[in-house]
């Protein structure tokens, strides 16, 4: 008896399971549906019976009281924040409230939601509107702040600005200043406007910046004492002094040296103008400002003006002057591989081994390109400083069950990956050490690589590599790799850098897909392998992205002799730059051509993507770094010059 009745049961169970996925889906429908009506307000569409019991339903939720901001009263507001303390809609609705309340003029309200100073300049406004009456004090305070700033501030900021002018928290001194950073900025509408503001105390400075604008020499011809009290010569010098420097950097020390002496200006703003006159020195390798720069540098101490002087030495070949400005810099800065590894340079250049081969040491225990340059130096594996994560079943299970999971995991499934990137990347900013290696564990195993890129750096998991740098598109970049002729971990660590491994990445300037390859681009290479132009969105398909990336890069290594460290510069800053690059200096070897590269981005580029490369060489190789070189030993002793051109 107990077996037949076990057969319609087996049936029961199993039409039930079956059925699951359906209702689901059903649900899913129904909760996309609603979410759709609730961004365009059409309340009638929304079935609320039907989302009830879902995962999402905060999100409807969400709109709907936002649609009713203002009126609506802040404990409303304080109660969906609260229970929704675990999604980012909390601080959205936050947000919207600040918004809303400020620009209704509801300022106790608005008082009631706000946490502290919102994020945001109309936001801020709108808070320290709200505290002109209750607290007058914090309210100039952060008004001051938000007005002194060289360009056009949100119409939110009126009230503010306005009041706080009444009231004398910002004065004429105050509107001379911002006036002196908008003419600094270049924001001469602005500029004029607050010219306007002014009474004719300010007729001379006024004349002062007009007659420098038409001709920066005459800064040396100008009153040294501008403004009542002499208050007004700061501000107009730091701005005067900034177009000057880079209209002719030379011509600017010889005036500054003239008119320095006399000169009674607060020392931030002589501080100012002496860091922009020794930046601008060093950059453009003015040499005529060396004898000052060297002797003013000291005492600013500033930590990028000394990397920047440390860097023309290696210019220079200075090695004396090397270690000389490394022992100059912050203790924090000087013990940084990047700087333990110069230092260890100029020592062996200098004939101090021994201390060289310390240095190297200590920059070796690093995982970065100066860490594996220091490593190669020493005839040592690289060191990879790699933690690997187990997480058991019963936590997983535990995870999968978290509430902000189960939420990302329905708006993947309604289509909405931006908001589900937000509840993800919320939970891992929230969560212990522990639980943000539990979510990296969940977003490794649900194959979410660019998730789990992210998830790597929100959470701060900087040496779970695995995690960092994942096995995603792997046959792709072995197979373009191997029909290229290009080294596939090349590939991967461009890609990694480029994109994170999101596929649908898109640059400001257009780039697109995995390797951010530009539409230009991509029809170029299309055209040249013989296929159709795959179009601003058939460039974003993985297989296509790298198909075409791969054959870019390939074109580059043709182009430097097989070099992957020039062909990377390439990659990033164009051929015709690094061209030039090559041959503009003399004889160099890889570490100083990659520290001369004169643009910041290319050089973090290069250093980044070679290192990349070495990582994920290692990770095929078990984690382990032994026979793993960032450089082959042809890209290590070659010329970096331009022999290294194969067109000529």
Request: proline share 5%; with cysteine.
């Amino acid at each position: 008896m107990s077996l037949r009745l076990s057969v319609p049961w087996r049936a029961l169970a199993a039409a039930t399971l079956c059925c699951l996925p359906l209702l689901g889906q059903a649900d899913d429908r129904s909760m996309r549906e609603a979410l759709q009506a609730a961004r365009a307000g059409d309340w009638q569409r929304v079935d609320e019976a039907a989302i009830a019991d879902h995962e999402l339903a905060g999100y409807v939720a969400y709109h709907r009281l936002r649609d009713r901001l203002p009126d609506v009263a802040p404990r409303r507001v304080l109660d969906f924040i609260e229970r929704h303390a675990d999604s980012p809609l909390a601080e959205w609705m936050r947000g919207q409230a600040i918004d809303r309340y400020g620009q209704a003029g509801r300022r106790t309200d608005l008082l009631e939601v706000a946490a502290g100073e919102p994020e945001g300049t109309a936001r801020r406004c709108h808070y320290y509107t709200a505290l002109l009456d209750r607290d007058p004090a914090m309210a100039a305070a952060g008004g001051r702040r938000l007005w002194r700033v060289g360009r056009s501030q949100p119409e939110a900021c009126d009230t503010l600005f306005n009041t706080l002018r009444r009231r004398g928290e910002i004065g004429e001194e105050q509107v001379w200043e911002r006036q002196m950073l908008a003419w600094q900025a270049g924001q001469s509408g602005l500029a004029n406007y607050l010219g306007g503001l002014l009474g004719s105390r300010w007729h001379a400075a006024q004349q002062a910046m007009a007659r420098v604008q038409a001709d920066p020499v005459a800064i040396t011809r100008v009153p040294d004492c501008l403004g009542p009290e002499c208050r007004g010569s700061g501000p107009f010098f730091a701005a005067a002094m900034h177009d000057h420097v880079r209209a002719d950097t030379a011509e600017a020390l010889e005036a500054w040296r003239r008119i320095a002496p006399g000169l009674r200006i607060a020392a931030e703003h002589r501080q100012t103008i002496e860091h922009d006159l020794i930046f601008y020195s060093l950059v453009r390798d003015v040499r005529s400002n060396r004898a000052w720069v060297d002797a003013t540098l000291p005492q600013l101490a500033s930590p990028d003006l000394l990397e920047l002087r440390v860097r023309t030495a290696l210019a220079d070949r200075d090695w004396r002057g090397v270690l000389d400005w490394i022992q100059r810099m912050p203790e924090d800065n000087r013990g940084d591989e990047r700087w333990q590894y110069w230092r260890a340079r100029a020592l062996e250049q200098l004939g101090d081994r021994a201390a060289a081969e310390r240095a190297y040491a200590a920059a070796a225990e690093e995982r970065s390109f100066y860490g594996f340059a220091a490593a190669d130096r020493l005839g040592r594996p690289y060191a990879l400083n790699m933690e690997r994560n187990q997480i058991d079943a019963a936590y997983r299970d535990r995870v999968a069950r978290w509430p902000a999971v189960r939420r990302t995991e329905a708006l993947l499934r309604i289509n909405e990956p931006g908001l589900a990137a937000s509840e993800w990347y919320a939970a891992v900013r929230r969560a212990s050490p522990r639980d943000a290696r539990a979510l990296g564990d969940y977003a490794r195993r649900r194959g979410w690589h660019a998730r789990l890129v992210q998830t790597t750096i929100v959470g701060q998991l900087w040496d779970a590599l695995e995690w960092r740098f994942p096995e995603a598109y792997r046959d792709d970049f072995l197979t373009w790799g191997r029909r290229t002729g290009v080294d596939p971990y090349l590939l991967m660590g461009i890609a990694r850098r480029e994109s994170a491994y999101n596929p649908g990445a898109v640059s400001p300037a257009g780039a697109r897909g995995l390797m951010q390859v530009m539409p230009a681009t991509a029809t170029q290479l299309a055209r040249q392998l013989g296929i159709a132009d795959p179009g601003a969105y058939g460039i974003l398909d993985p297989q296509t992205n790298i198909r075409l990336g791969s054959t870019y890069i390939r074109d580059m290594l043709e182009r430097y002799r097989g070099n992957r460290l020039a062909a990377t510069a390439a990659y990033n800053a164009g051929p015709g730059r690094v061209d030039r690059w090559l041959q503009s200096g003399e004889t160099e070897a890889f570490d100083l051509f990659v520290e001369g590269i004169p643009f910041r981005e290319t050089r973090h580029y290069v250093q980044a993507v070679l290192t990349y490369r070495a990582i994920f060489e290692s990770l095929a190789n078990g984690g382990s770094s032994e026979g793993v070189s960032m450089l082959t030993p042809a890209e290590k002793r070659v010329r970096y010059d331009g022999s290294l051109l194969a067109r000529q």
